[in-house]
């Protein structure tokens, strides 16, 4: 199991309010680089999208989630199986800290191929949702 983990991210939102948007993945869309996506589809519950002409990427919103970590799973779209999680921990009533965490299954190859794109990916979802939740 490789484990991907993201920069932590200050948000001025508490957990329930990132609970709230993210619990319906069409607002996924909005955090990811627009440039480095393609063919984006969602109906609220799942999603899935092309990343850089390469790997269509689908996931799922999982029944597991809580305000305070939101849990993704891959679906039978994607080319591995992973899990993404995103902790948000409260640090007062208005604001939290966020950060993204990968488990994926990597062989070798793949391994070398897309830890550092996947790691740049989440570092910028945090960086969006900052400036989002400012």
Same mark, same amino acid.
């Given at each position: 199991?490789?484990?991907?983990?993201?920069?932590? +991210?200050?948000?001025?939102? @508490?957990?329930?309010?990132?609970?709230?948007?993210?619990? *319906?993945?069409? @607002?996924?869309?909005?955090?990811?680089?627009?440039?480095?996506?393609? *063919?984006?589809?969602?109906? +609220? !519950?799942?999603?899935?999208?092309?990343?850089? +002409? /390469?790997?269509?990427?689908?996931?799922?919103?999982?029944?597991?989630? /809580?305000?305070? !970590?939101?849990? #993704? %799973?891959?679906?039978?779209?994607?080319?591995?199986?992973?899990?993404? @999680? #995103? !902790?948000?921990?409260?640090?007062?009533?208005?604001?939290?800290?966020?950060?993204?965490?990968? *488990?994926?299954?990597?062989?070798?190859?793949?391994?070398?191929?897309? %830890?550092?794109? #996947?790691?740049?990916?989440? *570092?910028?979802?945090?960086?969006?949702?900052?400036?989002?939740?400012?």
């Amino acid at each position: 199991m490789t484990r991907i983990e993201s920069e932590k +991210g200050d948000l001025k939102a @508490n957990p329930r309010a990132v609970y709230e948007d993210l619990s *319906d993945l069409n @607002n996924l869309k909005k955090y990811l680089p627009t440039d480095k996506i393609s *063919d984006w589809q969602s109906d +609220g !519950h799942t999603c899935s999208f092309k990343v850089m +002409g /390469t790997y269509v990427i689908g996931l799922k919103f999982s029944e597991e989630s /809580t305000e305070e !970590h939101i849990k #993704l %799973v891959a679906t039978d779209k994607s080319p591995f199986p992973f899990t993404i @999680n #995103l !902790h948000v921990n409260p640090q007062d009533e208005n604001n939290s800290t966020a950060q993204i965490i990968c *488990d994926a299954e990597l062989n070798m190859m793949l391994k070398m191929m897309v %830890v550092k794109p #996947l790691k740049s990916l989440f *570092d910028y979802i945090i960086k969006k949702a900052d400036a989002y939740y400012s």
